[in-house]
């Protein structure tokens, strides 16, 4: 299994606008789209940043391709700027 693991910090002042995206929009076009199989997203809890909150999203694929695919960045960057930054590192189950 290929994870796709993708960190964000996200600007307080719009995290929950930002959550309900995720889970309403982005991930379920992802998903219908067959880049991945499936997706948690989940809360960083040893984030100590007071300015923003921290999440990991985790996508699912049996093939790497999916993965390489996802543009994370334009859809985000389009709506919420630079108040969502991240990272991504793709992982391999073991």
Same mark, same amino acid.
């Given at each position: @299994?290929?994870?796709?693991?993708?960190?964000? +910090?996200?600007?307080? #002042?719009?995290?929950?606008? =930002? *959550?309900? =995206? @995720?889970?309403? !929009?982005?991930?379920? /076009? $992802?998903? %219908?789209? #067959? @880049?991945?199989?499936?997706?948690? @997203?989940? %809360?960083?809890?040893?984030?100590?940043?007071?300015? !923003?909150?921290?999440?990991?999203?985790?996508?699912? +694929? /049996? $093939?790497?391709? #999916?993965?390489? %695919?996802?543009?994370?960045?334009?859809? *985000?960057? %389009?709506?919420? #700027?630079?108040?969502?930054?991240?990272?991504? !590192?793709?992982?391999?189950?073991?």
């Amino acid at each position: @299994m290929i994870v796709y693991n993708v960190t964000f +910090s996200v600007d307080k #002042g719009i995290s929950d606008e =930002w *959550i309900s =995206w @995720m889970k309403e !929009t982005h991930i379920p /076009k $992802l998903l %219908k789209e #067959g @880049m991945f199989e499936s997706c948690k @997203m989940l %809360k960083v809890l040893s984030h100590d940043d007071e300015q !923003t909150d921290a999440f990991a999203v985790q996508f699912f +694929s /049996k $093939l790497v391709n #999916g993965a390489e %695919k996802y543009h994370l960045n334009d859809d *985000i960057q %389009k709506r919420f #700027g630079d108040r969502v930054l991240s990272y991504s !590192t793709l992982l391999r189950e073991v």
